[in-house]
């Protein structure tokens, strides 16, 4: 039997439960694991005889508390190699204008920026609170990475999207000559 546990934000609580807990028996259903909530406290307690459907589990709640929703978050049961990482930007923004400017530059105007990215590199991408959450293949979901933190350190969009292009071509050669 493994069990896992995590806090998670008030707010976050009624997304991973769902209308009727249909979310919550979703989640139990794909990993076969039992999911017990404590809304007040907003413990989550993961338990299942399979390792790794309490652990798929378990990173599905951690992204739908990070912000993601449900139909995004469940990515990470469609293929064993998806990660979820979590970047925390509690650590270059001491203030709380400091960190609205920063999440404004990696969402963009109107989302355009984070949309550009998730286009770029097949990933998802989640702004909520202090963190910048990813979802996707490794390969992908660490360039998308390597993008947010650029916009975090001050570069400009052009010269993310220039490195998010470079990097798909790469990877485009990168495949090409795997077969070729």
Not at 5 to 26: H, P, Y
Not at 119 to 143: C, D, F, L
Request: proline share 2%; charged share 30%.
């Amino acid at each position: 039997m493994t069990i896992q546990e995590l806090k998670v934000a008030s707010d976050r609580i009624g997304v991973i439960i769902g209308k009727g807990g249909s979310t919550r028996k979703a989640i139990e259903e794909k990993a076969g694991v039992t999911i017990t909530i404590d809304s007040h406290e907003g413990m989550v307690s993961i338990e299942g005889e399979d390792a790794v459907g309490v652990l798929r589990a378990t990173e599905m709640i951690r992204a739908i508390g990070r912000g993601f929703s449900p139909e995004r978050a469940s990515k990470i049961f469609e293929d064993d190699d998806v990660i979820f990482d979590l970047l925390d930007l509690s650590n270059v923004a001491d203030t709380p204008e400091k960190m609205n400017r920063i999440r404004g530059r990696i969402i963009g105007r109107d989302g355009k920026a984070r949309g550009q990215i998730e286009n770029m590199t097949q990933t998802y991408i989640s702004i909520y609170g202090k963190t910048v959450g990813i979802i996707g293949m490794p390969e992908p979901a660490h360039t998308a990475r390597k993008a947010v933190e650029m916009l975090v350190e001050g570069a400009d969009h052009a010269s993310v999207f220039a490195f998010l292009d470079k990097r798909k071509k790469e990877s485009k050669q990168d495949l090409l000559s795997y077969y070729y």
